[in-house]
């Protein structure tokens, strides 16, 4: 991922602009796209701030409240699918959850997912 332009490089190319140059000719001068220079420009006629704006953090996934009571779920019955999970979230909490999620949150807790052959099921394959 690419970082921020520094404030010194930001200075320089609203002191470029300020002294009349256009943003297309301010792009070529410092080798930057002119989208960069618009958007600088408005952002500091705006706020008068050049810092970057702040960019993405962390996302915490939904399911962390929930995973006590999932592993629980998971001890109490070992054969429960994903997709069962899912539904029982919806059902008791109202809580949307894709299988991807519910596999993730369940690995990083340490949990694998192994498929169970078809002559140690309990019950035979229906088509």
């Keep these: 991922m ?3 332009y520094s404030m010194d490089f930001r200075r320089a190319v609203v002191a470029h602009v300020g002294r009349g140059s ?17 958007k600088l420009m408005r952002h ?4 008068g ?3 970057p704006r702040p960019r993405g953090g962390a996302r915490h996934s939904k399911l962390v409240a929930f995973q006590h009571e999932i592993i629980g779920w998971i001890e109490a019955r070992p ?3 994903l997709q069962q999970m ?3 979230l919806m ?13 993730d949150m369940l690995r990083r807790a340490g949990y694998t997912y192994k498929k169970i052959a078809a002559g140690q099921r309990g019950y035979a394959r229906q088509a």
């Design 2 to 4: 690419s970082s921020a």
């Design 91 to 103: 059902d008791i909490h109202g809580v949307t959850a894709s299988t991807s999620g519910l596999s």
């Design 79 to 81: 054969d429960i699918t």
């Design 86 to 88: 899912a539904e029982r």
């Design 49 to 51: 701030d050049l810092a």
């Design 22 to 38: 256009s943003c297309s000719q301010t792009a070529r001068v410092f080798g930057t796209s002119r989208s960069f220079v618009i």
């Design 44 to 47: 500091f006629r705006e706020t």
